[in-house]
T-cell receptor, first 112, second 113 residues
């Protein structure tokens, strides 16, 4: 079955560490997205990528980095520069054009 | 600037009642309006979607009503059940351009038995 796989489901980070969240899709979607969701909050866009080797900042890109070396993969690195990284992170993908998004099941990141 | 405005922020409905969530938009270039349902600890999942050439779309107990002239659309959940308790996001999409889906801020629905 096609879908989006996010891993790990839970992740703990120490202060000052970088961590990388994985997102893989086998839907042959061109576009991929990373969102952050805080408790009781909506979805805030971190980064998005329309094609391989190209990506754009979203509304809250500071302290995050991404890469898009393969169509199927769009990993997100939460750097030590992100001062409040504890949140639920969602990856999504979409076909090019006027379609909705397919979301992964999320990664919950906690700073310890 | 919020491209899609959603209300209410939270909603409590008795079992068997009707849940209504409203959204409004300004950009007339939007031409695809999906609703997503999110359970705690899960990613949002597409629930139902509508395009502006129709005024209503129904799938089971879920109905989208669309008012193009008012630039508003709403989700109605008939015979609401405790299992419908979730956060609901409306969204709007334009056909061209990158990052083409804009989300509302979400409505937390609680259906009490």
């Amino acid at each position: 079955d096609g879908g989006i796989t996010q891993s790990p489901k839970y992740l703990f980070r120490k202060e000052g560490q970088n961590v990388t969240l994985s997102c893989e899709q086998n839907l042959n979607h061109d576009a991929m997205y990373w969102y952050r969701q805080d408790p009781g909050q909506g979805l805030r866009l971190i980064y998005y990528s329309q094609i391989v080797n190209d990506f754009q900042k979203g509304d809250i890109a500071e302290g995050y980095s991404v890469s898009r070396e393969k169509k199927e993969s769009f990993p997100l690195t939460v750097t030590s520069a992100q001062k409040n990284p504890t949140a639920f992170y969602l990856c999504a993908s979409s076909m090019d054009g006027n379609y909705g998004y397919t979301f992964g099941s999320g990664t919950r990141l906690t700073v310890v | 600037q919020q491209q899609v405005k959603q209300s209410p922020q939270s909603l409590i409905v008795q079992k068997g009642g009707i849940s209504i969530i409203n959204c409004a938009y300004e950009n007339t270039a939007f031409d695809y309006f999906p609703w997503y349902q999110q359970f705690p600890g899960k990613g949002p999942a597409l629930l139902i979607a509508i395009r502006p050439d129709v005024s209503e779309k129904k799938e089971g107990r879920f109905t989208i009503s669309f008012n193009k002239s008012a630039k508003q659309f709403s989700l109605h959940i008939m015979d609401s059940q405790p299992g419908d308790s979730a956060t609901y996001f409306c969204a709007a999409s334009r056909q061209t351009g990158a990052n083409n889906l804009f989300f509302g801020t979400g409505t937390r629905l609680t259906v009490i038995p």
